[in-house]
């Protein structure tokens, strides 16, 4: 946890002259640490570098090692799976006693980590024991090239295989954990020889990859009466489960209401605009959802009608892995929600988001683009529901690719990084606003700073993990960045503007939950500044905020585009002083800018990072890639076609461990501090009642979330206060 702070903080109009010296001082040297760099997104304003104090702490290295260690575990066992069948048992006993090593350093480390206490210097020797085991693991491949060299006829891609792994492990022995961040399987696990160990031939080989790490939440649900009759790791096929997806799935951003007009919400699709891409009919409207009473304009009119439209990728380019083609579009689904589903529909009686049509590219084509539909109603020879199985895996294609980029990357991490560097450059550690956000910053520059260089670079995590190439990934960044406007992030508009608010749609977990978050943010983060900004009336507040210059100067920077670069913070009064072009005046709007970035650094981001494992680890459900362009009207599908677009087990088990990694490192809990509840974080005595509130209405959200889960599909974890950390810290 963070260091208790020892001084309290104050204004800088009400500290002394020494004092005030001494901030000015502090931020002079702050400003040669804080820097920002717009050369390597231009124009998307990233950290030069990682300041002394922003870099990941032992504790928190220690927790990355408890959830890499399954994945060591993880990899070795899929690798010697895919062996064992070729070559093991032509091995000499050198190859075995290797092996043998590599499980007993293994079995030391585990049995380390698995203790109760843990010391700093524990913590460090546990560290110190895993590059033995990643030095144990870099000498099994030198000692399966020299073994296989003399076993006849070993096949060229078991050969290629070692030479990966030497590749693979020796990155580990240098780098540690972080390269399993950069380095793909792709070598390890090569083809040739008419075998080919990386193509699935089943939906099952993708759950054999993940044997040895706890099953998915997708994998896990419970069967309800309603549901279809199907397995338990089948659900994920049915269509209830994809429209819940839209509202309580691993990306919630991209749904939005059709309306009549967008004179009320502006950012709602406008079903004139809608048929002009799809052109949907009442009748197929009627026909899917068994009502021959509605229509397409009574539906938009009574806010039942929705659609996801990812027209932000009609333009990108898909990219090659390993000589082979991966295929991104641009498609359009629409869903209508039905208030009260017939009981052997396969939809929860209560009310659910039924998906009624699909269409793969922005324009219409009754042949290369048709719309498909659940029942085939534009008979496009899919009897079968094949093409509607690959219609769906599309939809959640472009949901993923849009999580990984803009929802994830873009709107979290790199929204709240230039965020901390205007903090840091203009608020002096003394400021109460820097003493609040200082929890809500930890980790994130240096977390950030290693994706810089193993997500976002060719042949990095992106380019391994999603479908299209670099150069466009890096377009849907920038301009997913130039679109964005800060208060239209503020979560009691957002959902509004998109069309989706409790009134319009009576049923949207990611919504409920969130708000009731967002609620809590803003009730303590209004009595933290009422401590510091105070006045007997709204004049003498007003002046409290008018006087403190570093405020000022923190709002300057964050709008700047020479810094930060924040647009869209509509509160703010313009000056006409050319030095310091706009000023904060309202209290009410300061709390709103503080609780946004908080807001954003927690209970947003963990909306979206927590959910790669539960919800996107298994592939034929989500993929960041798909392997074949979309289907044609004309095209027959057999029942195991979808097969065909997923991508290689190489990339499968890479997008899995990846999002294992990443959804199970939680270094802390929103609203708590202090790692000691005897010794508070924050020096100030009159804050401690505070958080102690802000606590109590967590826990309250907590047990109401609780409530809400036991009526719903299936359980919606990723809003619950105790799984949501302070700050984008992995």
Known sequence: MLQVNRTTPTLPQYDTAENQKQRSFELSLSKTEYNYMFSYLEPLPISASVPKGEGFSAEYEFMVLQTFMPLVNNFKHVVVSLLKQEIIDDLPTEVIASIDEVETAYAEIKQQIDGEHHSRLNMIKDISEFYKLLQALSRVPKELEAAIRGIAQVPADVLKLVSGLEVVFSDFEKQGATAFLKSTLYETLATSGG???????????????????????????????????????????????????????????????????????????????????????????????????????????????????YEQFADIEGSQLHELERYPAAPIAVFYWNNSPKPESGYPSSGAMQPVAIQLAQQHDSETAPIYTPNDYFANGDGHRNKWTVAKSYIQNACAIQHEVVAHLGACHLTVEPMILAANRQLPAVHPIHVLLKP???????????????????????????????????????????????????????????????????????????????????????????????????????QSLL???????????????????????????????????????????????????????????????????????????????????????????????????????????YQASFGYLLSNVQFDKLGHYSADPRQSYFADPRVAPLVTAFQMELNQVEMDIYQRNKTRPFPYLLQLPSMIPNSISI
């Open 547 to 653: 006087q403190d210059t570093e405020l000022q100067g923190w709002i300057n920077e964050m709008v700047n585009p020479k810094y930060a670069g924040i647009k869209g913070m509509l509160g703010l009064v313009e000056t006409g002083d050319s030095a310091m072009p706009f000023r904060i005046e309202s209290f009410d709007y300061l709390v709103q800018v503080v609780s946004l970035i908080i807001y954003t650094a927690s209970a947003q981001h963990a909306s979206v990072n927590y959910a790669q494992y539960p919800l996107m680890s298994y592939i034929p459900s989500v993929s960041g890639t798909l392997y074949a362009k979309p289907p044609k009207a004309s095209d027959t599908l057999a029942a195991d076609s979808h097969l065909n677009w997923l991508p290689p087990l190489d990339v499968a088990l």
């Open 195 to 309: 075998r080919n160990y990386l193509t699935a031939k089943a939906d099952s080989n993708y759950q054999d990859i993940l044997s040895l790490l706890p099953t998915p939440q997708n994998l896990a649900i419970e069967a309800l009466t309603w549901m279809p009759k199907c397995a338990a790791t089948e659900h994920w096929q049915q269509d209830w489960y994809f429209g819940y997806m839209q509202i309580a799935g691993f990306n919630t951003t991209n749904l939005k209401g059709v309306q009549l007009s967008n004179s009320f919400a502006k950012n709602v699709i406008v079903l004139a605009d809608l048929l002009q891409k799809v052109p949907l009919t009442d009748a197929m409207l009627q026909s899917v959802i068994g009502d021959p009473e509605m229509s397409l304009s009574l539906a938009a009119d009574k806010g039942l009608l929705y659609a996801v439209d």
């Open 440 to 542: 809500h910053f930890r980790f994130t520059i240096q977390i950030n700073d290693s994706a810089i260089h193993s997500l976002i670079v060719p042949g990095g995590v992106v380019a391994s993990v999603l479908s299209p190439d670099h150069q466009s990934v890096g377009k849907i960044l920038v301009d997913a960045h130039d679109k964005w406007r800060f208060d239209e992030q503020l979560p009691t508009k957002l959902f509004e503007q998109r069309g989706v608010s409790n009134i319009e749609l009576k049923d949207f977990p990611f919504r409920d939950d969130t708000l009731d978050n967002w609620q809590a943010i803003v009730g303590f983060v209004k009595t933290y500044l009422a401590l510091y900004y105070q006045g007997d009336n709204d004049e003498q507040r007003l």
